[in-house]
């Protein structure tokens, strides 16, 4: 994925200021050759080519009587006037002055920051030309801990409605069940052979247990392959664990791994969707886990069959992030540890598995979409510790630590939270305006 950008000038520029456009676009070329399509100059006011945003890689005076024709473009504008690829300081009057005209402007003042603006673009582009995304259900709701999986948005029908019509994507639904009796026909032969280079740390783990996982992994490549250009997968994995005899944990490592295709636990599509954007747009490593304000007291640590939360000070301002018996799923590439172990929780069956991983503690961003569309969480917070619970729902979770925990508790849209290494904040609010979201810093 690529940014398409028009690059403009300014019929009244002079000689000078001509070959200082050339000499600026050839070095953007060269800076961001690998995030961007440099479609051909155009003199502002003449019809643009198909394009994700207008490009200035100048700006002169000229801009103050040209935004009435800069507005009929009717797309994002990118400023990238410096030597060094980034917003020239001289231009923030101008960048002021077409944003109080209603334009919508950006002015990185990093390449990294500007190369997150132009990812972002890439991805609402892609999105919009229809991205696929394959969620295997068959009855959602209706399995195992019923009570709670029926209240979620993602499986009802206005959610899908809405998240196609908002983004242009298109939800594809196959059989969790018949997937996984696909996955049985395979014989053990074929899924040593499939796993042969895959060299994953297991603990307690048997090789009849694993090749199960290796199996799930083959039948579900061979749906991902047969439909082509799947931009990302997930299972109803847990509510209907009864139609399966494993878990997807590590098919969804190797299909990231191995084919860069993107996962969700639980059959959330709204996680799913949001893990795409988040990766694609930051390149930063992203996971999902369930998200226990201490705040919450015995509801989460029922939940959890633990008796109490770490013993700490502030622990209005903390969390623990937990799933499914362990940190949470991620790919291992994004881990600082990362081993397969069996299952804890009762619900699925009795060969399935989990990874136990952990990122590296530190700064981190928890950022999730909104169930309106309209609205992006942006939490910063720090993982301080891993704390374990032996014989719990929670044998290695992360302690989070956050600034204001009543703000979260008001405002957090879902225990599925995304967690993103390392502080995001700013690149966060720059993906938002791209999509035209509101942000909500919690």
């Given at each position: 994925?690529?940014?398409?950008?028009?690059?403009?000038?300014?019929?009244?520029?002079?000689?000078?200021e001509?070959?200082?456009?050339?000499?600026?676009?050839?070095r953007?070329?060269?800076?961001?050759?690998?995030?961007?399509?440099?479609l051909?100059?155009?003199?502002?006011?003449?019809?643009?080519p198909p394009?994700?945003a207008?490009?200035?890689?100048?700006?002169?005076?000229?801009?103050?009587?040209?935004?009435?024709?800069l507005?009929?473009?009717?797309?994002?504008?990118?400023?990238?006037?410096?030597?060094?690829?980034?917003?020239?300081?001289w231009?923030?009057?101008?960048?002021?002055?077409?944003?109080?005209?209603?334009?919508?402007?950006?002015?990185?003042?990093?390449?990294?920051?500007?190369?997150?603006?132009l990812?972002?673009?890439?991805?609402?582009?892609?999105?919009?030309?229809?991205?696929?995304?394959?969620?295997?259900?068959?009855?959602?709701g209706?399995?195992?801990?019923?009570?709670?999986?029926?209240?979620?948005?993602?499986?009802?029908?206005?959610?899908?409605?809405r998240?196609e019509?908002?983004?242009?994507?298109?939800?594809?639904?196959?059989?969790?069940?018949?997937?996984?009796?696909?996955?049985?026909?395979?014989?053990?032969?074929?899924?040593?052979?499939?796993?042969?280079?895959?060299?994953?740390?297991?603990?307690d783990?048997?090789?009849?247990?694993?090749?199960?996982?290796v199996?799930?992994?083959?039948?579900?490549?061979?749906?991902?392959?047969?439909?082509?250009?799947?931009a990302?997968?997930?299972?109803?994995?847990?509510?209907?664990?009864f139609?399966?005899?494993?878990?997807?944990?590590?098919?969804?490592?190797?299909?990231?791994?191995?084919?860069?295709?993107?996962?969700?636990?639980?059959?959330?599509?709204?996680t799913?969707?949001?893990t795409?954007?988040?990766?694609?747009?930051?390149?930063?490593?992203?996971?999902?886990?369930?998200?226990?304000?201490?705040?919450?007291?015995?509801?989460?640590l029922?939940?959890?069959?633990?008796?109490?939360?770490?013993?700490?000070?502030?622990?209005?301002?903390?969390?623990?992030?937990?799933?499914?018996?362990?940190?949470?799923?991620?790919?291992?590439?994004?881990?600082?540890?990362?081993?397969?172990?069996?299952?804890?929780?009762?619900?699925?069956?009795?060969?399935?598995?989990?990874?136990?991983?952990?990122?590296?503690?530190?700064?981190?961003?928890?950022?999730?979409?909104?169930?309106?569309?309209?609205?992006l969480?942006i939490i910063?917070?720090?993982?301080?510790?891993?704390?374990q619970?032996?014989?719990?729902?929670?044998?290695n979770?992360?302690?989070?630590?956050y600034?204001?925990?009543?703000?979260?508790?008001?405002?957090?849209?879902?225990?599925?939270?995304?967690?993103?290494?390392?502080?995001?904040?700013?690149?966060?609010?720059?993906?938002?305006?791209?999509?035209?979201?509101?942000?909500?810093?919690?």
């Open positions: 994925m690529k940014a398409r950008l028009a690059p403009v000038y300014f019929k009244d520029a002079n000689e000078r001509r070959k200082e456009f050339a000499q600026q676009l050839e953007l070329r060269l800076l961001y050759g690998d995030v961007a399509e440099f051909p100059e155009v003199c502002v006011g003449e019809p643009l394009a994700d207008v490009l200035f890689p100048q700006l002169i005076g000229a801009a103050f009587r040209e935004w009435e024709n507005r009929q473009y009717a797309l994002p504008f990118v400023v990238l006037t410096s030597p060094y690829g980034t917003v020239e300081m231009d923030w009057e101008i960048v002021t002055f077409l944003r109080g005209e209603g334009l919508n402007v950006f002015s990185p003042y990093t390449v990294e920051l500007a190369k997150v603006i990812r972002a673009l890439a991805v609402k582009s892609d999105l919009g030309r229809g991205a696929k995304f394959l969620m295997f259900q068959d009855s959602p209706e399995g195992m801990q019923a009570n709670i999986f029926k209240r979620f948005y993602w499986w009802e029908q206005e959610c899908t409605d998240m019509q908002t983004f242009g994507i298109r939800l594809i639904y196959r059989s969790w069940k018949e997937v996984n009796q696909q996955a049985e026909q395979i014989t053990d032969q074929a899924a040593r052979q499939a796993c042969a280079d895959w060299q994953v740390d297991r603990q783990v048997t090789e009849p247990v694993y090749l199960r996982t199996k799930l992994y083959m039948a579900i490549k061979a749906v991902i392959q047969e439909l082509g250009g799947v990302g997968v997930g299972a109803n994995c847990l509510n209907e664990s139609h399966s005899g494993t878990t997807p944990c590590l098919a969804w490592n190797m299909l990231f791994e191995r084919d860069g295709v993107i996962w969700a636990c639980e059959g959330d599509t709204l799913l969707l949001s795409y954007i988040l990766y694609h747009a930051l390149h930063a490593p992203v996971m999902m886990t369930n998200i226990y304000p201490f705040l919450v007291g015995m509801a989460a029922a939940h959890e069959k633990i008796d109490k939360f770490p013993d700490i000070a502030d622990p209005a301002n903390h969390a623990l992030g937990v799933h499914c018996g362990y940190f949470g799923f991620a790919p291992r590439c994004f881990c600082s540890r990362w081993v397969l172990r069996p299952k804890v929780l009762e619900i699925v069956d009795e060969n399935a598995v989990m990874v136990d991983c952990e990122m590296a503690k530190g700064p981190i961003t928890l950022a999730k979409i909104y169930p309106d569309f309209c609205r969480s910063e917070a720090e993982i301080e510790d891993y704390v619970y032996p014989g719990s729902d929670c044998r979770g992360a302690l989070i630590r600034q204001d925990g009543e703000r979260v508790m008001e405002e957090l849209s879902s225990h599925h939270a995304l967690i993103l290494q390392g502080k995001q904040k700013a690149e966060l609010l720059q993906l938002a305006k791209v999509f035209g979201w509101d942000a909500m810093v919690l």
